[in-house]
């Protein structure tokens, strides 16, 4: 499903806030929460409200073409690549954000890990990553033929902790634990 827990969303927008980035890339934007709230809390609290006022550059990345032509995602993101996040991401430049929810589960694990790395590569401030963590979240149900949206691999909290995040919070969901975390640099 294009969506994530609710509970990521206030520690992810807190973060937003103190990164206060002027460039946001957003991996697997789904239905687009990260690019709405980020235009939410930084452009409508600074008095920017009409887009032609707008100063955040937002990117977005979600291979599911047909995400990207829902109504509102080409109002909140400034560029949409509809694109394997991997081979996206390699073609990309850095950002003052880069945040990645939800997202590396989907892809087999070798190309998981890659698309971590090169999201933390790209991130000049900060990375916000939040994965689900164990065998539970495999064979997920998916309701609608997207064919990126399946599981394909499991990551573990000991993955997470080696690679010493700023912030580390695990959420209980009826399929097990979700891990959100913050790498700042």
Sequence with gaps: MPSSTPRIITPIVEK???VK???ILDIGFGYGKWGYLSREYLESW??????REWKIKITGIDAYEPLSKLGWIN???????TEDALKAIKK?????LVIATDILE???KKASVELFNE???RANKSFIVSVPLGEGWLNNYVPYENKYDKHRCVWYLEE???RRPNYLKLIQEPKGLVALAFFDK
């Design 75 to 81: 109002i909140f993101y400034d560029k949409i690549i």
């Design 106 to 108: 989907h892809l087999e």
């Design 16 to 18: 937003i806030l103190q």
């Design 21 to 23: 980035p002027k460039t």
């Design 46 to 51: 600074q008095g920017r409200i009409e887009k």
């Design 92 to 96: 990309l430049g850095n950002y003052d």
């Design 119 to 121: 999201c933390y590569k």
């Design 160 to 162: 997470i902790k080696e």
